[in-house]
């Protein structure tokens, strides 16, 4: 996750409040991770996919 991306305006209502989360994929569980950001105000999901190996 970069810092652009927490303080990125959402592009459908404007607004900075924002939830990063993190999801564990099911069939990878034990490597690797999906990481997104959640728009507070409309949900909009700003970084969908971005999925990380661990070694
Ligand atoms: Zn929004």
């Known amino acids: 996750m970069k810092l652009e991306q927490l303080l990125a305006k959402c592009p459908k209502c404007g607004s900075t409040d924002k939830t990063a989360k993190r999801k564990f994929l099911d069939e990878y569980k034990a490597h690797a991770k ?4 959640v728009c507070d105000g409309c949900g909009y999901i700003f970084e969908e ?7």
């Open 49 to 55: 996919s971005e999925i990380s190996e661990k070694e």
């Open 34 to 37: 999906l990481d997104y950001i």
